[in-house]
């Protein structure tokens, strides 16, 4: 039989975590039909770019990228969100080979087949049966759902991938299982309204294990308390169903267990005219009370969220206002954004003023300030504590991980010290020395 070479794929994905999930599905179905990856776009068969359309930097980042991938390579097949508006890339490069849009496997696999055929190879099909990850081995995130039955005036991700479709929970628990089997240690939860989740399907029951669980937030979070890894609940939004997770958060966390106390809550502003003028889901909620109750329930909560500051309309009363939600409701992790309008988001039609640009600055770094010696102060009460870390990078004397109050790429890190070598995945007890603005350092017990 002849072996004929593996064609190589180039693979650039950008954006979020759902996008790169969605890449890990793609990358799966292609290395199981014998595609070889390859880090560089010159000697590839063809350059895949996953792209991102949620402001207008993003999509910069992905013309660039697409465009980059043309000048090294020529054959360019771009998916995800961009691709949910063809006209705009094919406008900037006629010569793309093929778009196809969010979520859409199928579409990408074949456009693939058509530029560059499978060498078909049976005795090199093997994939791992949990799929390929772009993540480090030891986490990994889980999708729920896809899409949102939200329409926040800045965000047009509906328009890019629809309402809300939950997956039933028997079926997530199954990809949950299959990433267990195959050494993940941590889960992170992940959707565009995970507290939304099953909505759509009425929180249809299904069976997973032999018990019935409803498609819903707090019995996902049951079910995968039972898994004996961490799990992480993101874009969860403050409605009150929430609270019944935070007992499930508390008991987990005193028994060394699974739900993590963490919960990334993306609240956006505090001043009910800036809310209301976003159409912000569980925006008459009592947010300030609410997070007073769950850490009444779980005292180790942390909550870290986003804020979006210069929303069209948004006064300085507004602006103050938020900046004493900050010191009232004294949040673990907090990142911020300036107001950027996008194309189609019914924001830029409300007929509100735009806030100039060194406004937006302005109160983007008075809210930086005003959010560090909080975030600090809270970091100090970890010091002198034995708390659980989870390695990301081990390193000969000191090794990089997060905490439980940390999740990848956008909270801190803890800086751990050790005489025996760790393994990326190790899940240590660390005594916590000091603390600085945004990171922790201690020593392996």
């Known amino acids: ?46 350059v895949i770019v996953n792209t991102c359309g949620f402001l207008d930097s993003a999509k910069a980042e992905s013309l660039d990228a697409i465009g980059k991938g043309l000048a090294e390579n020529g054959k360019v097949i771009v998916t995800g969100c961009m691709g949910a508006e063809p006209e705009q890339i094919r406008e900037a490069y006629p010569s793309v080979a093929a778009i196809t849009g969010p979520q859409a496997y199928e579409s990408v696999l074949s456009a693939v087949h058509e530029v560059v055929p499978p060498a078909h190879n049976p005795f090199l099909d093997l994939v791992p049966e949990q799929g390929v990850k772009l993540t480090p081995r030891h986490y990994a995130y889980l999708k729920i759902s896809e899409g949102c039955n939200n329409r926040c005036t800045f965000c047009i991700i509906p328009k890019l991938r629809g309402d809300l479709v939950s997956r039933p929970l028997a079926e997530v628990m199954r990809e949950a299982e299959k990433l267990v089997r195959a050494g993940v240690k941590e889960i992170l939860v992940i959707s565009q309204d995970t507290s939304a989740y099953g909505v759509d399907l009425k929180y249809a029951p299904s069976l997973w294990n032999d018990v019935e669980y409803r498609t819903k937030f707090l019995d996902l979070a049951q079910a995968l308390s039972t898994l004996g890894v961490w799990v992480r609940m993101h874009y969860v939004y403050p409605y009150p169903h929430v609270d019944e997770v935070i007992p499930l958060m508390a008991e987990a966390h005193a028994s060394g267990g699974r739900i993590l106390p963490y919960l990334d809550i993306p609240f956006q502003h505090a001043s009910p005219n800036v809310l209301k003028a976003m159409r912000r889901p569980a925006h008459q909620e009592k947010t300030l009370a609410r997070i007073q ?61 735009a806030i100039p640009l060194e406004v937006q600055q302005s109160r983007y770094d008075r809210f930086m300030r005003h959010q560090q010696p909080i975030s600090a102060k809270l970091l100090q009460r970890r010091v002198g504590k034995r708390i659980r870390v989870i390695i990301d990078e081990p390193g000969p004397t000191v090794s990089k991980g997060r905490s439980e109050w940390d999740a990848p790429e956008i909270d801190g890190a803890v800086y751990v010290a050790s005489k025996r070598p760790l393994r990326a995945g190790d899940i240590v007890s660390v005594k916590i020395e000091r603390a600085d603005a945004y990171d922790l350092h201690g020593i392996a017990v």
């Open 1 to 46: 039989m002849s072996m004929s070479a593996a064609p190589k794929i180039s693979f650039v994905s950008l954006g979020c975590p759902k996008a790169l999930v969605d890449s890990e599905r793609i990358i799966t179905r292609l290395r199981a039909e014998g595609y070889e990856l390859t880090k560089t776009h010159s000697g590839a068969d063809l």
């Open 293 to 353: 109750k769950w850490r009444e329930i779980c005292p180790d909560l942390a909550i870290r969220s986003t804020f979006i500051v210069g929303f069209p309309g948004e006064t300085e009363e507004d602006f103050a206002e938020l900046l004493g939600f900050l010191t009232e409701a004294k949040l673990e992790r907090v990142g911020a954004f300036k107001y950027e309008p996008v194309r189609g988001a019914t924001a830029n039609d409300l007929g509100l003023e």
